[in-house]
């Protein structure tokens, strides 16, 4: 695992401030002692291609940051779609199961399909974070397969729902694994080695500018530390879409739980409502039978 992911154990916010005040600090670390230790005088006379090799290395730095950051957003989006389509499935699947005809098998398929739906969200996702498969989720959806094989269509409108339960299923299975093979994916940490180097070089060519007054000099290289380390900063938020307080959470799947936990209130109110009516018509045939005695 590259030490991004360790990074992103730490909060967001405070991950900015100690990325912004780490390297706008060794900058401004590095212009001081610079000042100090190296005469000025003899950098006047080159000032000129100085600056020019500046501007060329701080526009290739540039240019690498910002493909790098296109990468990981464009990863980070490509890994939302999926989860979204997944979800998306998972709750079409939901749907299929719940309005099945109310037989035993259907049941079964429900309480396996829900034990998956939980497996998800209790274990797959906390282990993700951790860059982890989750065994036990596996089973369970492997689980889902065989009860849904199992089932006994009576009809034809019985055929055409298990076959679209098979549509979503297969659905979920296509965009689960994407979401399961996306889990390891961040930049390699070979990259990072030009990322820190070429940020280092960039604030020594501007150690390297004659600015004859120091804390104006000072100043300008500390601003460029904590632009380069907001950059850093994004780059590390971005590269694992799972991990930290900012990663992709299983919102389909708790919504699954939320509309059974719906359907069971609806289910318990409408019994009450039958109970009540069966014993106020038994009340009512007991006062009107007293009253023809």
């Known amino acids: ?33 610079f000042r100090k230790f190296v005469k000025v005088e003899i950098l006047r006379s080159h000032n000129e291609v100085t600056g020019f090799l500046f501007l060329a290395i701080a526009s290739f730095y540039a240019l690498l940051l910002s493909f790098v950051v296109f ?59 951790r860059m982890k498969l989750s065994r036990l989720t596996l089973e369970s959806f492997s689980r889902v397969f065989d009860k849904l094989e199992h089932l006994n269509p009576k009809n034809q409108f019985q055929v055409q729902l298990v076959a679209e339960m098979f549509s979503h299923l297969n659905e979920l299975s296509t965009f689960r694994g994407l979401r399961v093979t996306s889990m390891e994916t961040e930049i390699p940490p070979p990259i990072w080695l030009p990322i820190i180097l070429g940020a280092v070089i960039t604030i020594i060519f501007a150690l390297l500018l004659d600015i004859e007054h120091k804390r104006m000099h000072i100043a300008l290289t500390t601003l460029l530390g904590a632009f380069i380390g907001m950059i850093l900063f994004t780059i590390i938020l971005l590269d694992h879409p799972f991990t930290g307080s900012m990663g992709i959470k299983p919102k389909s799947y708790m919504q699954i739980f939320t509309y059974e936990q719906w359907a069971n209130e609806h289910l318990e109110l409408s019994n009450q409502v039958k109970t009540d009516t069966i014993l106020e018509q038994g009340l009512q045939n007991k006062t009107d039978t007293t009253i023809t005695k």
């Open 71 to 129: 990468v990981v957003w464009d990863q980070l989006n490509e890994t939302r779609a999926n989860a979204s389509k997944e979800g998306s499935s998972a709750l079409g699947l939901y749907r299929d199961i719940k309005f099945y005809p109310d037989t035993l098998e259907s049941k079964q398929l429900m309480k396996v399909y829900l034990d998956f739906v939980y497996n998800v969200i209790d274990d797959e996702f906390p282990n993700m974070e």
């Open 1 to 33: 695992m590259a030490i991004s992911y360790y990074l992103l154990q730490i909060h967001p916010v405070l991950l900015f401030i100690l990325m912004v005040v780490f390297v706008s600090g060794l900058a401004a670390l590095l212009t001081m002692l």
